[in-house]
C-alpha cells in the first residue's frame, strides 16, 4: 500500500503565503508523478500544479506565477510554495500520486491524501 500524508494547510490573509508538504510512503517502487489537485465544496477537483518524473511541471493558469511546486525525489517529497494568495484560493488541497508498487508485474495507480484546507480572509 501506497500513503499519501500532507502538512501545512491554513488560516491567512489575503497576500500572505502557505506552504503545502506531501510525503509519500508505502510500498514504492517507482513514482511517475506528484501534485496538487484542489476542490471546493460541489465543484469538480481539479489540477494546480503537477510534475512527472523527467518532464517539466505543469500550473493552472490561475496560480502561475504565485505558486510553485518542488519535489524532493529522495525523501518522495512534493511542496507547494503559495505566495500571494487570494480568498478564491480557498480550497481543500489534495495531494495526488502516480506510484508504480513494489511487486512483479505491478501497474501504476493514483493515490490521494486525505486533503488539507486552505482559507484565504480578504
Known amino acids: 500500500q501506497v500513503q499519501l500524508v500532507e502538512s501545512g494547510g491554513g488560516l491567512v490573509q489575503a497576500g500572505g503565503s502557505l506552504r503545502l508538504s506531501c510525503v509519500a510512503s508505502?510500498?514504492?517502487?517507482?513514482?511517475?508523478?506528484m501534485g496538487w489537485y484542489r476542490q471546493a465544496p460541489g465543484k469538480l477537483r481539479e489540477l494546480v500544479a503537477a510534475?512527472?518524473?523527467?518532464?517539466?511541471?505543469n500550473y493552472a493558469d490561475s496560480v502561475k506565477g504565485r505558486f510553485t511546486l518542488s519535489r524532493d525525489t529522495a525523501k518522495n517529497t512534493v511542496y507547494l510554495q503559495m505566495n500571494s494568495l487570494k480568498p478564491e484560493d480557498t480550497n481543500v488541497y489534495y495531494c495526488?500520486?502516480?506510484?508504480?508498487?513494489?511487486?512483479?508485474?505491478?501497474?501504476?495507480?493514483?493515490?490521494w491524501g486525505q486533503g488539507t484546507q486552505v482559507t484565504v480572509s480578504s
Open positions: 495526488n500520486a502516480n506510484v508504480v508498487p513494489k511487486g512483479w508485474g505491478a501497474r501504476s495507480s493514483d493515490y
Open positions: 508505502g510500498s514504492i517502487f517507482r513514482i511517475n508523478a
Open positions: 510534475v512527472t518524473s523527467g518532464g517539466p511541471t
